[in-house]
């Protein structure tokens, strides 16, 4: 045993080790520090190791697929790409909450510092794994770590009803996905992904085609539970409004970039081989249309009755789920480009979004849509920043938004599904109406106060990352999509050179 762990080659891990090393130090050090004493530089020994973990990615980005653990640990381009998202994000909202996050009453610094450590290492786990047993680990860290965070203000009634309806729903959610696995455990006799792969045709054609179909089934409800798909989204409206701003900002980019990850690599690696049967074309890929169309279609209509922004922004990413679903459901000839695209696209307008819904949020002390009135006479590169952003996540030329949602449009209409690109493109018009009536406050309205919004040199940094990703994104793509398109995607999914056992 000894031996064989002594031949692993653990650099490969190097990202989760610091993360893990980090996450450690800082509960050690916030039992020993004295109540009295200041937790924000915790914060900042969180963020060197976010930054840290992410240089280490950054600097390997490309490198050749390595395989660990018998097979159930991989780095390939696709986690690689993931995680590139997962720690970016992760840094972003770490400096946001270091410069706002005294205002929005979080007292337990020390442990929400851990907390978001613990919950990037699981989204980590997540998009290296090729097991389904350090699959679901890795998710359960990042949702029982969400569901902490979600009611860290355990002062307020509605964080407490938030974490409340985000643990209950989300158990259930896991205990379809524990279930949905079981059955492919049954039917395989494995819990290697690429193992599994290999068997699942044949227990589809040796008369258990029944249980295949189901276990898809029952992942994919747990699935569509996670990124906040329709029919299973309505616990996100509610931990939206009800968590701390920055928390909200990390549920709608690091958790949900994660979510498509473990639902990219569990739905390709194990049922594509089914494609030779045509089950794919004939049940998954309208199953998947589906909940895609069907969230795009309620996360918009319903997002025009919101008031409340933070509510708004949770059926506006219920209505994004949707559209990021799609390459994946079509096989597009660009899917992890243009998925991967959108993704970083989605980071960094909806962090810069929600980095001005802090400031505007805690001006007013509240999260209505009138606390943006007037916004552009009291602080006019505010607005205007804020205009920008918006106007990317309505898809709007030249934005980084717009040409997201073009690449994952053209995945539909080159596979011929056209229905669902004609429900991408109507629903995107729609969402002009509540994407604009952030501008009608701003520039219509009157301001009920005069004095310009005072920003924090966190939060301001924050917001021009993404005002600069949003405009550098829409004007030069091309260069992000060619650095995507030089990655061996082929290489997650083809199995290891030593297949590993049973």
């Known amino acids: 045993m000894e031996k064989a762990l002594a031949h692993i080659d653990w650099s490969a891990m190097t990202p989760e080790l610091i993360l893990v090393t980090a996450a450690a130090l800082l509960i050690v050090l916030e039992l020993l520090l004295p109540d009295e004493t200041s937790r924000d530089w915790l914060g900042w ?24 653990l018998q097979g159930s640990y991989r780095t390939d381009p696709v986690a690689q790409s993931f995680k590139l998202v997962l720690l970016g994000g992760t840094a972003l909202i770490l400096l946001l909450s270091l410069s706002g996050g005294n205002r929005e009453g979080i007292r337990a610094r020390g442990e ?24 679901f680990v890795g998710l359960e860290l990042l949702s029982i770590s969400s569901y902490i965070l979600a ?46 792969q290999q068997r699942i045709v044949e227990a589809y ?46 549920l709608a980019v690091v958790s949900k970039t994660a979510a498509f990850a473990l639902v990219t690599r569990v739905v390709l690696v194990v049922y594509l081989q089914l494609i030779q049967l045509r089950v794919w074309e004939e049940i998954i890929t309208p199953l998947l249309l589906v909940i895609a169309g069907a969230s795009m279609i309620v996360g918009n209509a319903v997002a025009l009755r919101q008031t409340n922004v933070k509510r708004l922004m ?7 789920a949707g559209y990021v679903l799609v390459p994946l459901a079509s096989l597009g000839m660009t899917l992890f480009e243009s998925t991967l695209f959108y993704l970083l696209a989605y980071l960094l307008m909806t962090v810069g979004v929600f980095a001005v819904i802090m400031v505007v949020e805690r001006d007013a002390e509240h999260g209505e849509f009138s606390a943006f009135a007037g916004l552009y006479r009291r602080s006019p590169l505010v607005a205007l920043t804020m205009t920008l952003l918006v106007l990317s996540l309505a898809g709007i030329p030249v934005t980084a938004g717009f040409f997201g949602k073009f690449y994952l449009l053209i995945n539909a209409i080159a596979t011929q599904h056209f229905w669902i690109a004609a429900v991408m493109v109507v629903t995107t018009v729609v969402s002009y109406f509540y994407y604009f009536e952030f501008i009608r406050q701003m520039y219509f309205r009157p301001a009920p106060k005069g004095n310009p919004l005072a920003i924090p040199i966190g939060t301001a940094i924050v917001i021009g990352i993404g005002v600069i990703g949003t405009v550098g994104l829409g004007l030069f793509p091309n260069a992000v999509l060619h ?20």
């Open 112 to 135: 929400y510092y851990f907390l978001l450590l613990a919950a990037v290492l699981g989204a980590s786990v997540m998009t290296s794994s090729a097991d389904l047993v350090t699959l």
């Open 314 to 320: 949770a059926y506006s990413g219920i209505a994004q």
């Open 151 to 196: 009611g860290i203000r355990k002062q307020r009634t509605d964080a407490n009803e938030a974490a409340w309806k985000y643990v209950v729903l989300g158990g259930v959610s896991s205990a379809f996905i524990l279930y949905g696995m079981s059955f492919v455990y049954g039917l395989t006799g494995s819990t290697n992904l690429f193992v599994v």
């Open 483 to 502: 650095a995507l398109g030089q990655l061996k995607w082929v290489e997650v999914l083809s199995v290891p050179q030593a297949p590993p056992g049973p």
């Open 45 to 68: 020994l969180a963020l060197l190791a976010v930054v840290g973990a992410g240089t280490y990615v950054a600097v390997h980005f490309g490198a050749a697929t390595v395989d660990l």
């Open 205 to 250: 054609q040796t008369g258990y085609a029944p249980f295949v179909l189901l276990s898809l089934f029952l992942m994919m409800l747990g699935f569509g539970f996670k990124i906040a798909a329709a029919p299973f989204h309505m616990w996100a409206p509610d931990v939206y409004q009800g968590s701390p701003t920055s928390v909200t900002a990390f």
